[in-house]
């Protein structure tokens, strides 16, 4: 399956991922407004760290091993049953964290100790979560892209139902709870319609394992932990200095922008993620490796300069149909915030190569690097110019990233 194909099956899922995202976007202004909204995105943020640390780090090198061990069934159900003896480790030592101390995370990170019930329904409903994130890096492995495609859509359908529907009855209480049990009702529906797939059986992950399965686990993983630690980290960091420096309905307004940026993106990530990093995974000639980039470049920029202009243009029309009146600041936002989201599929487009290569000290370190300055750029720019400096912060953080991987493409791939 090209990427044409790809994009074209990506689209159909993120054009209802966004769709769903905006009106959930839509429900939580209408519901709980700026400072609700923030909130929420710290909660989001922190349910990525905890996924993370309970084996969601693994689901990059899931996808490029059982790619790459297409057709050897052995180190295939070698790498499954090593992953799941991991996941289920780090799952027991999350749960006993997030039940017995969850009044304390709550007041830490929520800044509310009365959201303490979300952790503990989190607590039970985490495993699911990354049961779920598991298969489908299994089939983004197998290149099963309609099966994986479809879990997609109905990963979105199932939030916008879970969160408008608590939302509407219980306010801001209820989005947190949505948004920490949608993943596990997903498994379920995942496990009913995978049900005939020939791997998933009990015993292809019950296998015996080597060190050999855990070294490259890790030694990967590592890329994907690294990414979503430091990206997370940052995001929290950012949002409490708003906070802290200017207001919560400020920090509201940025998480408002955000959130439009993650949703406008997610078409590049699902692509990139589901075509790109599997196909590069199994090419050794740089100039394959090439003829695949440009055709990436090719359909992906023009896609992201058209919607980051026309969100641009729309930014007034968007604020009242996705939020309400007590958004319009955030228009001041949205020209940096574009230019930056263009940027940044450029050196993302680059960083997939790294990423599909395995070269896991540049990934990382330029992971580690570019959150740093991203942060202290924001405390910068915000302390000169205002809530718009986080824009600014965003774009010039972005262009240094993507020169820096455009040259360790030239120079580092051969």
């Known amino acids: 399956m090209n990427l044409v194909k790809t994009s074209i099956l990506s689209a159909i899922a993120t054009i209802i991922r966004m769709i769903t995202g ?19 995105g710290q909660l989001q943020n922190f349910i990525n760290l905890v996924m993370l640390g309970a084996g969601n780090f693994l689901k990059t090198a899931i996808t490029k091993y059982t790619a790459e061990y297409n057709g050897d069934e052995v180190k295939t159900n070698e790498l499954w049953s090593a992953s799941m003896r991991v996941v289920l480790g780090l799952n027991v030592i999350i749960f006993i964290a997030l039940f017995f101390f969850s009044e304390s995370i709550s007041n830490l990170i929520l800044h509310n ?24 890096s299994i089939l983004n ?14 990963l979105s359908i199932v939030s916008l139902s ?9 306010g801001l209480k209820g989005a947190l709870v949505a948004y920490v049990i949608n993943q596990s009702v ?11 797939e020939s791997w998933l059986k009990v015993k292809n992950f019950l296998h015996s394992t080597n060190k050999d399965s855990y070294r490259k686990l890790y030694r990967f993983a590592l890329i994907t932990f690294t990414s ?18 200017l207001s919560v309905q400020d920090a509201g307004y940025w998480q408002g922008i955000w959130a439009l940026s993650q949703v406008a993106l997610s078409l590049v990530t699902m692509s990139l993620t589901t075509y790109l990093l599997p196909t ?26 058209f919607m980051s202009l026309t969100m641009y243009l729309l930014r007034d029309f968007i604020i009242l149909l996705l939020y309400t009146d007590d958004f319009m600041p955030m228009r001041d936002l949205f020209l940096w915030q574009m230019i930056g989201n263009v940027i940044k599929v450029c ?21 580690v690097v570019f959150a740093m300055t991203w942060a202290i750029l924001t405390l910068v720019l915000v302390d000169s110019y205002g809530l718009v400096g986080t824009t600014y912060a965003y774009a010039v953080n972005n262009l240094l990233h993507f020169i820096t991987m455009v040259y360790l493409y030239k120079n580092k791939i051969n």
Do not use: D
């Open 22 to 40: 905006f009106i959930i976007t839509k429900v939580i202004a209408v519901y709980v407004g700026p400072s609700g909204l923030a909130v929420i």
């Open 113 to 136: 100790s009365e959201y303490n019930f979300v952790l503990k329904i989190f607590a039970f409903s985490l495993p699911f979560f990354i049961l779920n994130t598991f298969f489908l």
């Open 141 to 154: 492995g197998q290149k099963k892209i309609r099966q994986y495609t479809i879990i997609n859509i109905l």
């Open 162 to 170: 879970l969160v408008s529907f608590l939302s509407y009855f219980y």
């Open 186 to 196: 997903v498994f379920l529906i995942t496990l009913v319609y995978l049900r005939k």
């Open 228 to 245: 979503i630690l430091a990206s997370n980290i940052t995001i929290m960091f950012i949002r409490n200095n708003l906070i802290n420096e």
């Open 280 to 305: 590069i995974s199994g090419l050794s000639l740089k100039v394959e490796i090439t003829k695949e980039l440009r055709q990436a470049i090719q359909v992906v920029i023009p896609i992201v300069l």
């Open 347 to 367: 050196g993302w487009l680059y960083g997939y190569v790294l990423v599909a290569k395995g070269m896991v000290k540049y990934t990382v370190s330029t992971e």
